[in-house]
T-cell receptor, first 111, second 114 residues
Framework: GQNIDQPTEMTATEGAIVQINCTYQ??????LFWYQQHAGEAPTFLSY??LDGLEEKGRFSSFLSRSKGYSYLLLKELQMKDSASYLC????????????WGAGTKLIIKP | DGGITQSPKYLFRKEGQNVTLSCEQN?????MYWYRQDPGQGLRLIYY???????QKGDIAEGYSVSREKKESFPLTVTSAQKNPTAFYLC?????????????FGSGTRLTVV
């Protein structure tokens, strides 16, 4: 079967670093996406990993280990505007390239 | 600027009514998708279309219908057969269905049954 899991909620302090984990299971994997979603708004694309390793984009980095079915999103120098839900999703080859979505991790940033 | 427009942003439906949610894109994307988002759950796929005049059911298609008469437009009708329609509905598009590109999302429609 296919499933994906991420923590429901996390809290961090402004200026700190936070890591949001995502684990998945699938028989046909074609990449993992991270999206940011502010309350009541559309998800916006953050990153895409298909090969093992770390992809860095400014304050945000995303890591993938295909053998472990594991990814994380690393946010550095946290700002209040980073308070949002972070959605991970993998693309499944055996589901016509559809994305299978996690429930999202709500990140709360405190001053 | 290119993007996806969903309307209305808020929609109220009475029991037994059908309502249609609009989704228009000017990105020239082939593939379009409708998702439903409920608290504590991942996005769930309702319908998707890879090309004009063709669409497929997603995981939770019961009580919904769609059409894809134009490349730019993919409206979703929530019928009276959908027993629990209150949710946040997101439309998305992608350059090609079988590609690694990410989705572009509309701003969503929040549907409430009154």
């Amino acid at each position: 079967g296919q499933n994906i899991d991420q923590p429901t909620e996390m809290t961090a302090t402004e200026g700190a670093i936070v890591q949001i984990n995502c684990t998945y299971q699938t028989s046909g994997f074609n990449g993992l996406f991270w999206y940011q979603q502010h309350a009541g708004e559309a998800p916006t694309f953050l990153s895409y990993n298909v090969l093992d390793g770390l992809e860095e984009k400014g304050r945000f980095s995303s890591f993938l280990s295909r053998s472990k079915g594991y990814s994380y999103l690393l946010l550095k120098e946290l700002q209040m505007k980073d308070s949002a839900s972070y959605l991970c999703a993998f693309q499944a080859l055996d589901s016509n390239y559809q994305l299978i979505w996690g429930a999202g991790t709500k990140l709360i940033i405190k001053p | 600027d290119g993007g996806i427009t969903q309307s209305p942003k808020y929609l109220f439906r009475k029991e037994g009514q059908n309502v249609t949610l609009s989704c228009e894109q000017n990105l020239n994307h082939d593939a379009m998708y409708w998702y439903r988002q409920d608290p504590g759950q991942g996005l769930r796929l309702i319908y998707y279309s890879q090309i004009v005049n063709d669409f497929q059911k997603g995981d939770i298609a019961e009580g919904y219908s769609v059409s894809r008469e134009k490349k730019e437009s993919f409206p979703l009708t929530v019928t009276s057969a959908q027993k629990n329609p209150t949710a946040f509905y997101l439309c998305a598009s992608k350059e090609g269905a079988r590609t690694n590109y990410g989705y572009t999302f509309g701003s969503g429609t929040r549907l409430t049954v009154v």
